[in-house]
């Protein structure tokens, strides 16, 4: 298995930065898209894998399983070129430390990018919460599975944050869920072969989501997954879950209540404590390389 050293990581991540501000944005737009829709993918294959478990092994095995089978976005997205928001919170900044880019084109970046995530991720949302999450009768009555009902309870945790406590919580979630999104990342850089590059990304994802914290991008998809499956809920399901809840899920509490805080703490996680970091610690031997 051929890996690179670190100093030649972080150089690489600047390299790929540099690339990406270079993108025309209606390609930012579209890979961002592609990466929105395969974050999706991950996080619905999570909510279908880990429902129910929780009542026959436990909550923390219900945890890990969740966590096992959601990098399969991440892993996509790094194979195949597409753009995810919360790596280009550390990939571009690198650049613009170590090549000079201007900070305008990596703000460029994000928004396109973050565009084409939410586009990506609600268009995923949409097909899980018509397709398997419900059940039609021939008169186009709709129920709502069992995996539906889990979407819903993901959606309604996901805009519980309310009060400057809990919104604190959130921050310090998105924080190190981007800290370890872009040790993926980097670790995804480090191996040049398939193997390599799977395992290097798995473990880091597999421990954000199993630890609870708070991605942006999957929440795009998360939480519409969740309003689209509610309404769809019957009387009884709507008891169970809690009317309340279900009374504050809605598309404004979806920002207010988590995106705008998540989002900034991702960028922190991978900004501050991914690179800002790692180019202060290996900025001499960047020079020396050049």
């Given at each position: ?8 990581i972080?150089?690489k ?28 993918i ?10 129910g478990v ?25 194979l195949t ?16 430390f ?18 084409g ?41 996901k805009?519980g ?9 959130a921050?310090l ?7 370890l999104?872009?040790l993926?990342?980097l ?10 590059k ?10 954000f ?6 991605h ?7 939480i ?7 309404a769809?809920?019957?009387p ?35 900004l ?14 960047i020079?020396?390389?050049?």
């Open positions: 298995m051929v890996f690179h050293p670190p100093v030649a972080v150089a991540a600047g390299d790929a930065g540099k690339y990406k501000v270079g993108i025309p944005a209606w390609n930012m737009l579209l890979r961002g898209f592609m990466a929105g829709a395969y974050i999706a991950g996080g619905a294959l999570a909510t279908t894998c880990f429902t929780a009542t026959f092994l436990g909550a923390g095995m219900a945890k890990l399983i969740l966590g096992s089978v959601f990098p399969v976005g991440l892993i996509i997205i790094v070129g597409a753009e995810l928001f919360t790596g280009d919170a550390m990939l571009a900044p690198m650049a613009a170590i090549h000079k880019v201007s900070w305008a084109s990596v703000l460029n970046l994000w928004v396109w990018v973050y565009i995530n939410l586009i990506g991720s609600i268009v995923y949302a949409y097909i899980m919460a018509f397709g398997p999450y419900t059940g039609w009768s021939a008169a186009g009555v709709a129920t709502v599975n069992a995996f539906g009902i889990s979407a819903v309870n993901i959606a309604v945790g805009v944050y309310v009060g400057g406590a809990a919104m604190w919580s921050f979630k998105a924080i190190g869920c981007n800290w999104v872009n993926a990342v670790l995804g850089i480090c191996a040049d072969d398939l193997i390599g799977f395992f290097g990304i798995w473990f880091p994802i597999m421990a989501v199993s630890s609870g914290f708070e942006c991008v999957a929440n795009m998809y998360f519409p997954a969740g309003i689209m499956t509610s769809y809920l019957s009884e399901q709507i008891a169970t879950i809690g009317a309340e809840k279900l009374a504050n899920l809605s598309w404004v509490t979806m920002w207010t209540n988590n995106l705008i805080v998540v989002t900034i703490g991702n960028i922190v996680g991978g501050v404590f991914v690179g800002v970091i790692y180019w202060v610690a290996f900025r001499d031997e020079a020396a390389l050049k």
